[in-house]
Each structure stands twice: as structure tokens, then as C-alpha cells.
């Protein structure tokens, strides 16, 4: 067990351990946030604009994911934020929903970009990739911690829990038990998911309309955390459905994203995106056109038209057609 503290810092009398929770979080961040910049300058984008939005994102994202981490655990039956409020804002054992933080932070993200006229597809579309790398690596956080684990197991890469970090409904089994490492199969999904969209985005950039990457990172994460919740015993379940509330959103985010993809490829339209070509000078991936080479057609010519011509017909003179007048003959008589 890795001891979830990595040193203490000692400044007027009162003590400040750093965790790795913490410290592992704000990394994959800040190497999320360095891959969104990188993508965004490829586009000839301000990369100072990215990093504006950036601050108001996090802050509100963290709020967000607590918000949501506090209310699905209420909805499960835990009382701790009720009956001592003040563990509201304790988060040095962890407590963040990342779906708080999509949220939140998403509707931040909208906000900034509207109030600067930036473009919202790219910024959607290049945030995709790198949001999957940061969670991969918020991932190893979940490790430290001893937490987000699976049920029991056989298999060879199951992990050992602590004890004290079991669920109740584990602490009867024995301590050589291993169980399901599921923080570290949405680790590998994301990566995976995250190098598909960028290899995307790279070998079809300019085949891609705005909006594809973002709505196949909603599709893919959306995959992805659906059948991990499978794998989730600490998660609070819909009692009618028996499934619980994020793997319900986790497909509502799925879902959400193959409607974009018909809506960017099929031509259906939407209210809140109808203007967004207009208001924000968005323009459709250029195609490069091959040109053909110009071939001079032969040019053939046609043969003059004859045109016959008709001679004069000769006056029949009397004596050729051997009939004298009678006046002729009276005259010569």
C-alpha cells in the first residue's frame, strides 16, 4: 500500500500534507491541457484565449465534480455530508465525480466562448482527446487511494485492497483477496480512445466537419464508463432499474454523441447550433481538389456543302419547234 501522502509541509505551527491524489490530478490536467493547446496553434488558434478559459474551466469543474460526488453518494445512502457538513469541503481522500466536472466545467467552457466569439466546434472537438488523457492519468490517483475497485476476482491482475479500504460488503473476505483493478480498465480505454481520436484528427482533418471529435469522445467515453459501472459495487443504484445513476448518464453521453454525428453528417438541425456557422465564421473542412489535365480536343472539319447551280433554260425559238404562225405565212404569200 502506497502511503497516500508525500510530505508534510510544517509553516507556522500548523501542518499541510501534499497529496499524491491532488498532485496526480493537477498532472493530468496540465498534460490534457498542453495536448488541447498543441491541436488548437496546429489550427492557427490563440493559444492565450485556450489557457483564459482554462482557469475559470478547472475551478468550476472542481466544484462541479465535487457537487455531483457529494450528491450521488447522499442518493446511495451515505449521511456523512448531512450529518457534518463540514466534510463538504475535505477533499484530501479524494471525492470527485468526473461527470460533475464535465458538466460544470462544459457549461463554463460554452459561457467563455460565447462571450469571446470564439469557435465552438473546434474548441469542443480539441478538448475531446485531451480531457480522455488527463482522466487516464487522474486514474492513477484512484490507485493510491485504494478506491473506485471492482468485486472480487481470480484473475492474475486483480489487486490487493487494504482492509480499512474495503466496502462493507467486502471486509468478511480474506485479506489474500484480489479484486477487479476497474480504475486502471477505464485508464486503458481512455488512452486507447484518446490515440483513436488523434489519429483521426490527423489523418482526416480536413475530411472531418466540426463537431465529429467531440461527439466521438461522448460516444467513447460514454462506452467506456457504461460497462465499467458493470464493475462498480461502491456506485448507488436506481432501485427501480437496478443500474446505477452514472452509468445512466454514461449512456445519455453515448447516445448524445451519435445524435451530433447524424446532426453534423445527416443534416439534421438543432436550435441551439442552427447560427452557429453564421455567428461564429465557421467554415467547412477544405477539400483538395485534383485538378484534370486540359486535353485539346481535335478539331475536325466539315466538308463544304455543295451548292448546285441551276443554269438558265434556253428560249425555244418557232423554227425549232417546227410551227409557223399564220400571219408568217399570209405576209409571205
Request: net charge positive; charged share 20%.
Amino acid at each position: 500500500m502506497i502511503n497516500p501522502v508525500i510530505f508534510t509541509i510544517r509553516l507556522f505551527g500548523y501542518e499541510f500534507p501534499v497529496y499524491w491524489y491532488g498532485l496526480i490530478v493537477m498532472t493530468g490536467v496540465l498534460v490534457g491541457s498542453m495536448i488541447v493547446e498543441r491541436s488548437l496553434k496546429r489550427r492557427g488558434e490563440d493559444s492565450e484565449k485556450f489557457w483564459d478559459a482554462l482557469i475559470w474551466v478547472v475551478l468550476f469543474g472542481i466544484l462541479g465534480a465535487r457537487l455531483w460526488y457529494i450528491v450521488n453518494a447522499t442518493l446511495g445512502g451515505n449521511r456523512t455530508f448531512i450529518e457534518n457538513p463540514a466534510q463538504i469541503i475535505n477533499l484530501r481522500q479524494g471525492g470527485l465525480h468526473i461527470f460533475g466536472g464535465f458538466l460544470i466545467g462544459g457549461i463554463v467552457l460554452l459561457w467563455f466562448i460565447r462571450k469571446n466569439k470564439l469557435d465552438p466546434w473546434l474548441y469542443l472537438d480539441m478538448a475531446g482527446p485531451g480531457l480522455l488523457i488527463g482522466q487516464a492519468i487522474g486514474r492513477l490517483g484512484n490507485f493510491v487511494n485504494q478506491e473506485l475497485y471492482g468485486p472480487p476476482t481470480t484473475l492474475p491482475w486483480g489487486i490487493h485492497i487494504a482492509a480499512e479500504n474495503r466496502l462493507p460488503q467486502f471486509q468478511g473476505f480474506p485479506e489474500a483477496t484480489r479484486f477487479h483493478p476497474t480504475f486502471a480498465y477505464e485508464m486503458l480505454w481512455n488512452f486507447a480512445a484518446a490515440g483513436l481520436l488523434l489519429w483521426l484528427s490527423r489523418r482526416y482533418e480536413k475530411e472531418l466537419k466540426p463537431g465529429t471529435l467531440f461527439a466521438g469522445w461522448l460516444i467513447l467515453a460514454g462506452i467506456g464508463r457504461t460497462w465499467i459501472e458493470f464493475f462498480r459495487p461502491d456506485q448507488p443504484k436506481i432501485p427501480e432499474l437496478g443500474i446505477s445513476y452514472s452509468a445512466v448518464f454514461a449512456s445519455l453521453m453515448a447516445v448524445t454523441g451519435a445524435v451530433i454525428l447524424m446532426a453534423r453528417y445527416k443534416g439534421i438541425s438543432f436550435s441551439f447550433t442552427e447560427n452557429w456557422e453564421e455567428e461564429y465564421k465557421i467554415t467547412p473542412p477544405l477539400v483538395p481538389v485534383v485538378s484534370q489535365p486540359v486535353v485539346d480536343e481535335p478539331v475536325i472539319a466539315r466538308p463544304k456543302r455543295k451548292t448546285a447551280t441551276r443554269k438558265p433554260k434556253a428560249k425555244l425559238s418557232p423554227r425549232k419547234t417546227g410551227k409557223t404562225s399564220k400571219r408568217t405565212k399570209k405576209s409571205t404569200s
